[in-house]
């Protein structure tokens, strides 16, 4: 499916110098992760407030370990889509691409992008909440119940290294993910619903800095509105449509 581009976008793409991308779990669901708001999204058997928030695991933690060992199985047996790798291509057609995820699926890293910051953890990760150690995924999964540290002594509570309601983000990641709104030339927001803040109010305030804010979404968000270009339809095909304009027009221009 190849869709005609605004010309703005074309345009502002071959000048550009630096991309940056914001990515929710659309991006990931051509890979069969299921979207957190969609309507088989992981939400609609949970709600965030039972189970992603630290009062929620303090009070019943096998019950958020089943929910997180389900979703590591799911991820553990899916592959980077063409979403992740048409992003992941971004990086030799220029020199300063940086995805900002929100996921924690580990799948843009798994499709070769180099520069990912991840503002809300990544589900690969575990941590013991009493001594800071981390613990293997295997040592997780085999675990039954809420995994203990295997730390000698320790045996305190582990939980999985992805940021929770209520919690703060990363420090540095988040610092990171501002710098890189701040420089880009244009940013694409992929696949999220723009409700989960303050992640959400990246896009918005890159355009406010000058970007050229894309987004690209099967569905209108609230971000929608304040789009220079609303690309609308899966991730899967738009960006690859993207990648292989711009790589034609890139050999147009060497020639
Ligand atoms: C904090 C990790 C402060 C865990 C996640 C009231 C107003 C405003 C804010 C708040 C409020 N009350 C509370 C808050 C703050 C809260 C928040 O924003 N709540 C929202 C829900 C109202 N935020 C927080 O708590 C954050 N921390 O604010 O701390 C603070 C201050 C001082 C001191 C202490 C603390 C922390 C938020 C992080 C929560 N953790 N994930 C885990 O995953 O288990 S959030 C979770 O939602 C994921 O990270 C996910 O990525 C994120 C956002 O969802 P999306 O990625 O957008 O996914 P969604 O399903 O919603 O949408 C998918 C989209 O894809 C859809 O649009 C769909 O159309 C599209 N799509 C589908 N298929 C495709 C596609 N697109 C392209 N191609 C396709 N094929
Ligand atoms: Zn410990």
New binding site residues.
């Given amino acids: 499916m190849s869709i005609d581009f605004p010309d703005t976008l074309l345009k502002t793409l071959s000048a550009a110098h630096a991309v940056a991308a914001f990515t929710?779990?659309?991006?990931s669901?051509?890979s069969g992760v299921p979207?957190?708001?969609?309507n088989e999204?992981i939400w609609t058997r949970f709600k965030?407030e039972e189970l992603?928030n630290l009062a929620a695991f303090m009070k019943n933690p096998e019950l958020v370990w089943e929910w997180y060992r389900a979703r590591k199985t799911i991820i553990a047996g899916v592959e980077p889509n063409a979403?992740h790798k048409a992003l992941a291509a971004l990086e030799e057609l220029y020199g300063d691409v940086t995805i900002v995820t929100?996921?924690?699926d580990n799948l843009h890293r798994r499709a070769g992008s180099r520069t990912v910051v991840e503002l809300?953890?990544n589900i690969e990760r575990n941590y013991c909440m009493t001594c800071g150690t981390p613990a293997s995924n295997a040592s997780v999964l085999s675990a039954d119940g809420a995994p203990r540290c295997e730390v000698e002594g320790c045996g305190g509570l582990v939980r999985p290294d992805?940021?929770?309601?209520?919690?703060?983000?990363p420090e540095d990641e988040w610092d990171r993910a501002v710098r890189a709104m701040a420089r880009a030339d244009v940013v694409l927001s992929?696949?999220?619903?723009?409700?989960?803040?303050?992640?959400a109010s990246l896009p918005l305030t890159a355009k406010q800095q000058g970007a050229l804010l894309v987004e690209?979404?099967?569905?209108p968000?609230p971000l929608t509105p304040h789009a220079d270009v609303f690309l609308r339809g899966?991730?899967?095909s738009i960006l690859p449509d993207i990648v292989s304009v711009l790589r034609a027009h890139r050999a147009v221009q060497n020639r």
Wanted: cysteine-free; charged content about 10%.
């Fill in positions: 929710g779990a659309g991006v669901a051509e979207t957190f708001r969609g999204g965030p992603a979403a929100q996921n924690i809300h953890g992805v940021v929770w309601f209520g919690e703060m983000l992929i696949g999220t619903s723009g409700v989960v803040y303050p992640a690209i979404n099967p569905e968000t899966p991730a899967g």
